[in-house]
């Protein structure tokens, strides 16, 4: 709270309060204007750099590889670890070689290849907001929801403070169902967020060279846009919508990628419930995915400010 005066009498009029007092409250105030001034230049950092990445979306079609970069991050979070950063999660660690490495993160070297110039550019954005601004710009310029995301995260500092591999989910477990629930619950995650997650898969390729799945080319593939080739869950690959649902339940198509664990969300009873809702209602898909990606987007995260920023 301002104090209009650094020095005044008390209320029986006696003697003035000390003057360091004065200046302790003069303190506070500049400390909480600094901070309002920080927070406001992060946020103008994170605006530009979110126009940078709207440009990169319209120049190379990036959509899905920079949402995987953003869930990747995030994804290798432990609720049962409460230290910071073992817990892993949204803290940057994605862009250490070691990282990169892992299986399930098989060709993402090449999304912080495109992202790089803009953190170069706006260097005052750590890798965990910019990871995952990109991943939230990327599913509404492609038609889907507006995420309502925070920002402030810190990133780790070395590749000793990786998390290990083998946190992430894998497309072929022999049980899939088992599977999803053992990861997406280590994060935190409901059976609902679960489905409503896998909707992004509407978006982007499987390629068999990266992942083990997926055909080297399809007839909605073959020409990209983008490096062609691979095989897409969807036909308008580029397009954020409820279609997936609609795809994997009707499986009419060979040339669409149906996985194990995209199959177990018809055939699991508490999954298909979600599944079923969202193949005829998009609104309750969009409304349900953008809670949940803002979620995972903030697993593990530790912000400065402690309640991090929104951006208007």
């Known amino acids: ?21 004065g200046l302790l409250f003069a303190s506070q105030e500049f400390g909480r204007r600094s901070l309002s001034s920080e927070t406001g230049d992060a946020a103008a950092q994170l605006k530009g750099a979110r126009e940078e990445v709207k440009q990169l979306l319209k120049a190379t079609s990036c959509h899905p590889i920079l949402v ?3 869930w990747h991050d995030s994804g290798t ?3 049962n670890i409460t230290e910071w950063p073992k ?3 949204a803290n940057g660690s994605l862009r250490f070689e070691i990282e990169l490495k892992h299986g399930a993160n098989a060709g993402l070297v090449n999304a912080l ?15 965990a907001d910019l990871f995952q601004l990109s991943s939230a710009t990327a599913i509404e310029e492609a038609g889907g929801p507006k995420i309502p995301m925070v920002y402030g995260r810190v990133d780790v500092a070395a590749p000793e403070q990786c998390p290990p591999e083998g946190r992430l989910p894998a497309a072929g477990p022999p049980s899939p169902a088992e599977h999803l629930r053992e990861v997406f619950y280590r994060m935190g995650l409901n059976d609902k967020e679960i489905v409503a997650l896998s909707g992004a898969h509407t978006l982007g390729r499987a390629r068999p060279e990266r992942s083990g799945w997926g055909k080297p080319e399809t007839k909605y593939t073959k020409n990209g846009p983008g490096a062609p080739g691979g095989q897409s869950w969807t036909s308008q ?5 409820n279609s997936y649902f609609k795809d994997v339940k009707e499986r009419r198509d060979e040339d669409l990628l149906v996985l194990p664990t995209d ?12 599944a079923e809702k969202y193949a005829v209602d998009q609104d309750a898909f969009f409304s349900d995915y953008a809670e949940a ?4 987007s903030n697993l593990g995260a530790k912000f400065d400010p402690p309640k991090g920023f929104s951006l208007n």
């Not at 690959?237 to 919508?241: A, E």
């Open 1 to 21: 709270m301002a104090v209009p005066h650094l020095i005044r009498r008390g209320v029986s009029g006696g003697s003035p309060l000390h003057p360091l007092r």
């Open 68 to 70: 995987r970069l953003g």
């Open 77 to 79: 979070y432990d609720k």
């Open 87 to 89: 817990c892993g999660g």
């Open 113 to 127: 290849k495109l992202i790089q110039p803009i953190k170069d550019k706006y260097s005052g954005v750590t890798y």
């Open 237 to 241: 690959w580029l397009k954020f919508d």
């Open 263 to 274: 199959a177990v969300l018809f055939e699991d009873s508490s999954f298909k419930f979600y």
């Open 293 to 296: 990606h803002a979620k995972l």
